[in-house]
């Protein structure tokens, strides 16, 4: 019999069929259904759900207590804080259940992207490129790239460049990253990266 080329803790549940990828690595008390595909060279931190036909791209963190449902998509290089809460159905009842692959709205994180601790992101909205969520916010429409979102509901309160520098515009609505790549901001609602 092979070893898997990713590292699962004792305490871990891997679900036959899960596709995950070389140098993951699960700790304690995750469990991981039998149809999610994780990437390359993932954090799963403790007690972390990873539900059927969840996708998770490379190079992704995802840390402790964090449930990932149905509809879920991380691109590569997503960061979940500590208990932050994705939703998987706009509607939730208990006598009157929406359980079915068909009630539940999809959810896209893209590429870079990061999730505060304990902030919430509701079903069926896409965080775009590096866009940031603050601790603690409530995302509840479509966050621009690089966009910085704080509150209930979260808002806009600033723009953030790919390596985590908050970007501030001159007169030109340009904007140099502590790496040098330059931004221009188009409009109150789009930024985006020339170089």
Known sequence: MTQPDYFAHESAYIDAGATIGEGTKIWHFSHVMATAKIGDRCIIGQNVFVGDRVVIGNHCKIQNNVSLY??????????????????????????????????????????????????????????????????????????????????????????????GDILTFDAQGVAIDSLGHIYEQVNSLEVRRCS
């Open 70 to 163: 149905e509809g879920v998509i991380l691109e590569d290089y997503v960061f979940c804080g500590p208990s932050m809460v994705f939703t998987n159905v706009k509607t939730p009842r208990c006598e009157f259940p929406r359980n079915t692959s068909a009630d539940y709205h999809p959810t896209r994180i893209k590429r870079g992207s990061s999730i505060g601790a304990n902030a919430t992101i509701v079903c069926g909205i896409t965080l775009h490129e590096c866009a940031f969520v603050a601790a603690g916010a409530v995302v509840t429409k479509d966050v621009p790239s690089f966009a910085l979102v704080a509150g209930v509901p979260a808002k806009i309160i600033g723009w953030m460049s790919a390596v």
